[in-house]
């Protein structure tokens, strides 16, 4: 058997874009809207794809040393050879 028992949530588009415009507000993340409106926040991800809203994707900043980032340029090229 299916673990949601045989039935599938299906969401109205107004209902998809009513979450997006909360989020894009920026009062509440994306886990406190999924549980609230009780949805996976990777539900929301498909949403924020679907609807092309990369602003609203979390985003990766890596900030290193200048001495950080020599040690890796020297491991990188140790590794090539």
Avoid: C, P
Wanted: proline share 0%; hydrophobic share 30%.
């Amino acid at each position: 058997m299916y673990k949601n028992d045989g039935y599938v949530k299906r969401y109205s588009e107004s209902f998809k874009l009513k979450v997006l415009a909360e989020l894009t507000k920026g009062n509440h993340s994306k886990r406190q809207i999924a549980l609230t409106y009780g949805i996976q926040s990777s539900t929301i991800n498909v949403w924020i794809k679907k609807y092309d809203r990369k602003d609203l994707m979390n985003t990766r900043v890596t900030v290193q040393t200048d001495d950080e980032l020599s040690r890796i340029k020297a491991l990188q090229k140790e590794l090539n050879y």
